[in-house]
């Protein structure tokens, strides 16, 4: 079977990394994910990795604090997850480079647009870590900066939730999901799924967003082999 897409930014969230634990890195989970990670680059797709780091830090969440120290440190958080992944997808024999948006030279390369692009098309995986060096934006922001860039035809975003819903699911039991959106019905409705500085970065740069939950992480696959899993924001 072919791709739907020849390059494309995977958006993990770092919820995502601790399974049940909500906490830390839970290392049969990342291994699963890493395993179908390396399924999808075998397709022959180009992947950058955008993550978060919710299982660490959440800037957005943390009371009584500046905003912009809690967003750094929910930058450092995606550092740790960054190294996690890579680590995990050489395991299993992939080459991988980390860059990040904070420099830290003894960590992780800088990261360098024209490089990134260079080390995707030698078969690299680079992992983009410290989201996009600022506060005051999400991951998800970074990961619509980053596509744009790296001209990727899709975010490829594995959540916890197994796509957008029009109230939390979580809350309420006839919460219904939404097999397509648009960008301005995420703006409109004022839906959570992704911010509204990433959902505009994408509409403004025509990239799909597809929301899908990364239970089970072959998920990744079946999403981009066309399979309908979870929400598509075009
Ligand atoms: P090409 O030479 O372009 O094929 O790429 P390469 O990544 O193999 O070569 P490079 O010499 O740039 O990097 C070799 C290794 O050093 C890779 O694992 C890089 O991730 C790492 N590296 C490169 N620059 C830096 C840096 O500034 N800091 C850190 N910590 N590692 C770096």
Redesign the pocket.
Known sequence: MEPIYKRIVLKVSGEALSGEDKFGLNNDIIHNICKNIKKAHDLGIEIAIVVGGGNFFRGRTSKGMDRATADYMGMLATVMNALCLQDALEELGMQV?VQSAIEM??????YIRRKAI??LE?GRIVIFAAGSGNPFFSTDTAAALRAAEIEAEAIVSAKNVDGVYDKDPAKHLDAKRYDELSYLDILDKGLKVIDSTAASLCMDNNIPILIFAIDPPENIVNVLLGEKIGTIIK
């Open positions: 480079r030279r003894e960590i992780a390369e800088p260079r080390h030698k």
